[in-house]
């Protein structure tokens, strides 16, 4: 018999996060290990009266691809996944890693590589996302792997998991729209501000946004979601931040970085562990050194790390940031091959001016 939860976060993800309609082209991707996910959001698009197609991949691919493909082989763009991003109406993604760490002896050099080479797709994907033209969803399904990460069970995990996306809840769907309420708030008092300095034990650093949009992320496009963010002037931000949280990103795990900026520039970079992969990431090409992002999470349901980016970057009581590409939707103009997102805890004292008003406290909003 199938999870109750698994049910409802299959109707959230195809009647709220994407908004599934009849006729709508649905992509639907993931490993065998979220088969009982995966098989509910078929059923419920096909209900929803769209047209689901379902890709499943294996564990190993990936390790496979950059240990032995060619330069022209690892460069490659299938067609069939081109051809979904450029012409389907909505797109579900589903996480359940049986390992996390599989990728962690690929020469960093080589995901450089293949994440140049599938710019364009990304281009086009976010480009599509931000007017509206693709529905886009990413969420994950707990697997033991995500729940040793974590230090828990994976009972305990499925729990965490399940409650962050409010599906222990009746009404999941009615949840979501009550944090849309709480964030649009936010959103809308944001709205036409130019500065923001964020100060405190680990950091001291300004940025603009002026012109710019923050985006009310209430469950569309991640699940579970709880963040309010925007794309800074590209080359605004100065200063200096200490990620309180190890920064992870393609099995790799990078802990106590700090990010020196100048002109926008991240012009110095050290870390306690993973130096040497964080240097090589930040060179992938001319906008990895930029900021493409900066938020605030707001999900207080989300409150412990788990060394897994969709939750922690939502962890109530933190901002994070993400060097590389922008999301359009924000009115950001940098462009990479990377979108890499580090988190610093706001718990201690850190705040947050707009403006020279006072924002953001010791992970309250102040306002």
Not at 303 to 320: A, M, Y
Request: one cysteine or more; hydrophobic letters at 40%.
């Amino acid at each position: 018999m199938r999870d109750p939860r698994v049910e409802k976060l299959a109707s959230v993800l195809v009647h709220y996060s994407t908004h599934i309609e009849p006729g709508d082209k649905v992509f639907i991707r993931g490993m065998p290990a979220a088969e009982p996910l995966l098989l509910a959001v078929y059923e419920k698009v096909l209900q929803a009266g769209g047209h689901p197609q379902l890709i499943v991949g294996l564990p190993g691919a990936d390790e496979a691809l950059f240990r032995l493909a060619s330069d022209e082989q690892l460069e490659f763009i299938p067609p069939a996944f081109q051809l979904f991003i450029e012409t389907y109406d909505a797109s579900i993604a589903i996480r359940s890693d049986t390992n996390t760490r599989a990728l962690s002896a690929i020469d960093p050099a080589r995901q450089a590589q293949r994440s140049r080479a599938m710019m364009p797709v990304m281009r086009t994907y976010m480009r599509r996302g931000a007017s509206k033209e693709l529905k886009w969803v990413g969420t994950q399904y707990p697997t033991d792997a995500y729940a040793q990460e974590a230090d828990m069970s994976l009972r305990e995990y499925e729990d965490f998991v399940y409650a962050a996306c409010y599906c222990d809840q009746d009404d999941p769907i009615a949840c979501w729209q009550e944090m849309h309420e709480r964030q649009q708030r936010l959103v809308d008092w944001l709205k036409g501000k130019h500065g923001v300095r964020v100060i405190g034990p680990n950091a001291d650093v300004t940025l603009s946004i002026d012109g710019r949009t923050f985006i009310n992320s209430d469950g569309h496009n991640n699940m579970p979601s709880g963040e309010i963010f925007t794309g800074p002037v590209e080359d605004s931000v100065e200063g200096w931040v200490r990620f309180t949280y190890p920064a992870i990103t393609d099995g790799r795990e990078v802990e106590g970085v700090e990010l020196w900026f100048e002109g926008g520039k991240v012009v110095k970079a050290t870390a306690k562990k993973g130096q040497e992969f964080l240097l090589q990431m930040l060179d992938t090409d001319a906008g990895s050194r930029y900021l493409g992002e900066f938020a605030v999470g707001t999900n207080d349901g989300i409150q412990r790390f788990t060394k897994n980016i969709l939750f922690d970057e939502k962890i109530g009581g933190s901002f994070h940031m993400a060097v590389g590409a922008s999301y359009p939707e924000t009115g950001g103009q940098n462009e990479s091959a990377i979108h890499w997102d580090m988190i610093c805890d706001m718990r201690d004292g850190g705040e947050i001016y707009v403006d020279d008003e006072l924002f953001y406290r010791s992970g309250e909003f102040m306002i």
